[in-house]
């Protein structure tokens, strides 16, 4: 049975929550039944199926936002939040 795919908020909308210098505030839920991305307030939420091991959740939330976006993943830094729900990633300048 094939995954469905992931609900992702237009590439504008997420752009906007990021503050002058490109930082975006997430709150992530690894091992979630199913994957995407929710605007809350000022922030995005993620939800990825990948588990909080060895970083695999931290590389699927990447992954995530950068398919959202429209970029390379290897364009997203994971500023702060290496270990906890609570991320600050930096976005490429557009």
């Known amino acids: 049975m094939a995954r469905p795919r992931p609900d992702l ?15 975006l505030a997430l709150r992530v839920t690894p091992g979630a039944r ?33 398919k959202a976006i429209g970029v390379a993943p290897s364009r997203l830094e994971l500023l702060r939040g290496h270990t906890a729900r609570e991320k600050l990633l930096r976005l490429p300048s557009a």
């Open 9 to 23: 908020p237009p590439a504008e909308a997420i752009r906007a929550l990021a503050d002058a210098e490109g930082r």
């Open 34 to 66: 199913s994957e995407g991305l929710e605007i809350a307030g000022d922030r995005l939420v993620v939800r990825v199926r990948a588990k909080p091991t060895d970083g695999a959740a931290n590389k699927a939330v990447i992954g995530l936002v950068a």
